[in-house]
């Protein structure tokens, strides 16, 4: 309970003085003073009733009242405008007080002087009203916007915030930073300086000599809120009693605002590189523009030099990342890999021509075929082997679309396992027009859009086994939706022209061909809903047939070349469309019905899907003979004959927020066999706690089973302990196993592992992580990474953050960013 609301002494009667002290107004002017306090948000203690007795003289003990939970309010200002705060009252309250107007205060016995963002309290106060000077003595606690400072004696003035404090201990608000020191030098509001000071943000026990986990000791510690940081002149980093890391001058953070100078080392073992030590340095040049520097010792290979420059304006934003290893043993060669992302609106320019217009730059580039596999963290791309160049300008007004772009690919290759390289697209030009409010025979809402295409190919076509050449086409659609509840129906019509120009002659001996090809379809589908209850739960299950019906008449394509077209994966989305084939270098002759059907199960109040179940079929109503060229680039195999496609069976269930299973099937009706399965399930009960584990099987391809876990080892199945120590996290002092695992049945051993453990003791957090991925068949790359992070301080050691995220399915970081802390979460 806080003291000022302890009842007074009948010996030493309370005095309170709700009006400035340093002004001799009349009573009305200290009720109008008294209820401006209130006005700007002055102090209404919740949880507590203030009664008086029944004839008004004497007070009474304030009573407990339901317990009240603090509540963002617009009435708890933060900070006051500069020129309110000047007009701001000053409160002083205590067991004896002797004032002198326009002279000195003195308060004795639970003295108290309070402002809008600052109290100060202790045994006895001295208050000078000339010059705004406070001498507090005894018990000392002085609160100023959250952070709290407490000794035996402070001497500060209360304008300027200048003053000393010995002997303190303080607590800070925006970090939860704890510490003490012999002396505190308030030099004004915004800094201060400790003196043979501690400090950590570990929490302080009550009631004994305090030594937390870490902290950083030091001859003097400089506080700076306006940069937010601390500056520390001879500091040292203990970490349980041990010295881990000294300098004679380093800097830290008091919030998460950048500022330039050194990041925490990271320290890696790797099978390949040896032993790694990164020290990066951060560089903020501006607001909107900042690098990093990352020197990299590698014991086994030398220096690797990489950056990092990123930038931000109103029109553009990019990121600029490069590494240059000389002399690297492993190859015996010079080492080196760039790319820079650049995105940028041209709306409102002279090249945004009265539309909205955007420019896409993607730059990659690598010094050998080979650096893939010796570099394996360094490139973001999903496809680690082919590394894209795009150059994009695209834009749009109202119905017409234009895009012109230049696509160049740098392909690595691999002596046991080569790929084909993709074209170049140098240039790609494309132009639509799209309207969706057409009226045709009578009938309007009609869709319809006109497409053309230009672009060159481009390769080396000793690879490719093609001629270069240029390709031109144009691609007219049109189609109309109508539905209504419970059903919908949707004809289409499609044109597809397309001419070639070649570098040099094809086998027909002709250096042009052309095509032209038209594709109808029809989609259609109904909608049953009905109430139903299953395991005493109420749902609306739906059923929704569906049968799409396509047809394009077969033209002989075998003599064209293939730049683009690929097989398009068999699932859901498309086995109900009109080509089995992405690109435009091959258009199937489809001509076939699909059908299918789904059943949900929805929850009746919020319509969340519970349960979908989803079948589907395609059925061939003549042989499918267009089909890709052989891996020599020659025509060849043979006409679909089946009739019917294989089955797709998909089922999702999320019966509750904490369980999920999801399964997929293809199945083949002539092998009678599953062609390939998905089996997948995960368990969330609560917060850093996940299960998951899936099975895929690609028949002839591939066999692999996937387990992934984040789990506390304390508390296996209860919920973990929650505590109320500001910035520890649910389940402080736990410790936690996380992972993921991929076997392969059919090499019968583990192609790609990340595992280890995390002990979270609510300062600070440990990780040891073991991570193994498989770089080919024969090779794997390897590497230990451990770190130590002291919350609100620094993280020391490796980077396993950025691994678990990317590899383990769910993954939650134990320090979750939160809203900052008020300084009414320690009001006194």
């Known amino acids: 309970m806080n003291r000022r609301n302890d009842p007074p002494s009948p010996r030493h009667p309370r005095a309170l003085l709700a009006a400035p002290v340093f002004t001799a107004a009349p009573v009305a002017r200290a009720v109008q003073s008294l209820l401006t306090a209130m006005a700007l948000g002055a102090l209404a203690v919740p949880g507590w009733v203030h009664a008086q007795s029944g004839d008004g003289d004497e007070p009474v003990a304030p009573t407990p009242a339901a317990a009240t939970q603090l509540r963002s309010s617009g009435m708890l200002q933060e900070r006051l405008p500069e020129d309110v705060q000047k007009q701001a009252p000053t409160f002083v309250s205590g067991d004896r007080l002797d004032s002198q107007t326009e002279g000195v205060t003195t308060v004795e016995g639970n003295a108290e002087l309070r402002r809008h963002d600052m109290v100060i309290k202790g045994d006895r106060l001295e208050f000078d009203q000339r010059n705004s000077e406070a001498k507090a003595t005894g018990n000392v606690l002085i609160n100023r916007g959250g952070d709290r400072f407490e000794g035996p004696e402070l001497q500060i003035n209360t304008e300027t915030f200048k003053g000393q404090f010995e002997k303190p201990e ?59 940081m601390g500056k520390a002149t001879g500091g040292v980093v203990e970490f349980k009693g041990v010295p881990i890391l000294g300098w004679p001058y380093f800097t830290f953070p008091l919030t998460d605002k950048r500022k330039s100078g050194l990041l925490p080392p990271t320290i890696n073992i790797d099978n390949v590189n040896g032993l790694e030590l990164t020290v990066p340095y951060y560089l903020n040049i501006a607001p909107n523009l900042d690098a990093t520097l990352y020197p990299t010792l590698m014991s086994k290979r030398g220096v690797d030099l990489g950056a990092e420059v990123r930038y931000l304006q109103p029109d553009y934003v990019g990121q600029v990342r490069g590494a240059f290893m000389p002399s690297d043993p492993l190859r015996d060669a010079n080492r080196w890999g760039y790319s820079w992302l650049h995105d940028q609106n041209l709306s409102g320019t002279r090249w945004g021509l009265g539309g909205s217009a955007g420019l896409r730059l993607d730059v990659n580039r690598v010094s050998d075929d080979n650096y893939w596999r010796d570099f394996p963290r360094a490139t973001a791309s999903l496809t680690t082997r082919l590394l894209a160049t795009n150059a994009v300008y695209s834009w749009g007004r109202g119905p017409w679309a234009f895009s012109a772009g230049a696509y160049k690919w740098q392909t690595l290759q691999d002596i046991d396992t080569p790929i084909t390289p993709p074209y170049d697209r140098m240039p790609s030009l494309a132009l639509r027009y799209t309207r969706d409010d057409a009226r045709i025979a009578g009938i309007n809402d009609w869709n319809w859009s006109v497409t053309s295409e230009y672009t060159r190919f481009e390769s080396n076509p000793l690879l490719t086994r093609q001629t270069n050449g240029s390709r031109s086409l144009a691609i007219a659609d049109l189609s109309r939706r109508w539905q209504a509840p419970g059903w919908f129906i949707k004809p289409r019509a499609q044109l597809h022209a397309t001419q070639y120009q070649f570098d040099n002659a094809i086998s027909t001996g002709s250096r042009s061909a052309s095509r032209v090809l038209p594709t109808v379809s029809l989609d259609s589908g109904l909608i049953f809903e009905r109430d139903a209850r299953y395991f005493g739960r109420n749902f609306v299950q739906t059923l929704e047939p569906r049968a799409f019906f396509t047809w394009t008449p077969y033209r002989d394509q075998s003599m064209l070349p293939n730049y683009d077209s690929a097989a398009n994966d068999f699932n859901f989305a498309t086995i109900f469309s009109e080509n089995v084939f992405g690109g435009n270098d091959r258009i199937s002759d489809t001509r076939a019905i699909t059908v299918g059907a789904s059943s949900r199960l929805l929850d009746p109040d919020s319509g969340a899907e519970i349960v979908r179940v989803g079948l589907a079929q395609r059925y061939l109503i003549r042989n499918q003979n267009v089909f890709l060229p052989n891996a020599s680039g020659l025509p060849g195999g043979d006409p679909v004959a089946e009739r019917l496609s294989d089955i797709l069976f998909a089922t999702r269930v999320q019966w509750s927020p904490q369980w999920m299973v999801d399964t997929n099937f293809q199945y083949s009706p002539g092998s009678r066999e599953s062609v390939r399965t998905t089996l997948a399930a995960r368990y969330t009960p609560s917060r850093y706690r996940v299960l998951s584990a899936a099975y895929r099987l690609q028949r002839g391809v591939s066999e692999q089973y996937e387990f992934g876990w984040q789990w506390p080892l304390n508390d296996l199945w209860d919920e973990p302990v929650r505590t109320s120590e500001p910035g520890r996290a649910l389940g402080a002092g736990q410790w936690y196993a996380v992972g993921r695992v991929n076997y392969s049945v059919p090499d019968r051993k583990v192609v790609d592992l990340v595992a280890g453990f995390e002990y979270d003791a609510g300062c600070w957090i440990g990780r040891v992580v073991v991570e193994r991925l498989q770089r080919s068949a024969l090779t794997a790359n390897q590497r230990i990474l451990f770190q130590l992070e002291f919350n609100g301080f620094t993280r020391l050691g490796s980077n396993p953050l950025k691994t678990l995220k990317e590899n383990v399915p769910r993954y939650q970081y134990l320090r979750e960013e939160i809203n900052p802390p008020s300084r009414f979460t320690q009001y006194d």
């Open 170 to 228: 303080f607590t800070l608000l925006k970090n939860e930073g704890k510490g003490d020191a012999s002396r505190l030098d308030f030099l004004d509001a915004d800094h201060g300086v400790a003196h043979n000071a501690r400090y950590s943000t570990c929490p302080r026990t009550p009631g004994a000599d305090w030594m937390p986990a870490w902290l950083v000791r030091a001859t003097k510690i400089e506080f700076d809120n306006v940069e937010e």
